[in-house]
């Protein structure tokens, strides 16, 4: 029996949205909340250049403040009683999602796959893999 919150973590994309209902049956399942954590990526810019008209950090508050107003909408289109918490964090999103997964009140983790093959899966990182490669829970990857 899972006592750990179900954590799903989302890019706020369709494919993340479709794990969304695995991480919902999960947590009524085992009768237990439900995590939502997003991850925005720290922007990278010289600043010595100018190269964005506004700083890295402030680019990067942007997005949280973005990222809060989806979650937000998402938040207001769930039709569930389950406890239901929200993270945004600033970083790596494989690190964070990790540092979360293995806290101690994470029971499973439930992750969208993107379902990249050939080239692209080499070009871009598998965060869904890499997840389930490095916590400490068992890992729900939803394709």
């Known amino acids: 029996m899972r006592t750990g919150q179900i954590l799903w973590p989302t890019d706020f994309s369709e494919t993340a949205a479709h794990a969304l209902s695995y991480a919902i049956e999960m947590a009524n399942l085992y009768h237990v909340g439900l ?4 991850v925005v990526e720290q922007p990278i810019g010289d600043e010595n250049f100018m190269i964005l008209s506004i700083t890295p950090e402030e680019l990067a508050k942007s997005m949280e403040e973005a990222a809060a107003t989806k979650m937000r909408a998402l938040l207001d289109g769930l039709n569930t009683e389950l406890p239901i918490t929200t993270l945004i964090r600033r970083g790596d999103p494989v690190y964070q999602i990790l540092e979360e997964a293995n806290s101690k009140d994470i029971g499973m983790v439930v992750i969208a796959s993107h379902g990249r093959t050939g080239i692209s899966h080499f070009l871009h990182t598998n965060v869904s893999e890499a997840v389930a490669n490095g916590a400490a829970c068992p ?5």
């Open 35 to 38: 995590k939502i954590l997003h």
């Open 139 to 143: 890992v729900l990857v939803v394709k």
